[in-house]
């Protein structure tokens, strides 16, 4: 465990560029972390990510203090959020567009019709 102590504390300053020294309470949160599964893949991700974030100016640079990075909570939350991939939505289909050339000329007449009478009751309710 001491080995992957002082991998991930090296990992964690070379990708800040900080330069932490390693003190017992230091040590005892990374053991905390470690011991609780997570990865020196994981630390990079969630560095990786909060640096994203704060030049993008949604975090502020104490996201990265090691006090801050090593609290379990937040890190799982942290890289739980950086792995969340937004999906774009569907795009809604245009109310405007022109009817289906499939459509038959009785179909398009009663579209038509159907479209007046929502037309006629809504000024009816609106007092148009």
């Given at each position: ?48 990510y909060?640096?994203?974030?704060i ?9 990265l ?5 090593l ?25 405007t ?32």
């Open positions: 465990m001491n080995e992957r102590i002082d991998q991930a504390h090296a990992l964690y300053c070379r990708l800040t560029g900080q330069r932490v020294s390693l003190r017992f309470d230091r040590e005892r949160l990374w053991y905390e972390l470690l011991a609780a599964g997570f990865t020196q893949a994981d630390l990079q991700t969630v560095i990786t909060l640096q994203r974030e030049r993008q100016g949604r975090r502020n640079v104490g996201a203090k090691l006090s801050n990075l609290q379990l909570d937040r890190f799982e939350e942290d890289l739980n959020i950086s792995r969340v991939a937004l999906r774009i939505p569907k795009p809604i289909p245009n109310p567009s022109p009817p289906l050339e499939s459509s038959t000329p009785e179909d398009k007449e009663r579209a038509r019709q159907r479209g007046l009478e929502l037309l006629a009751r809504f000024r009816a309710e609106h007092g148009m």
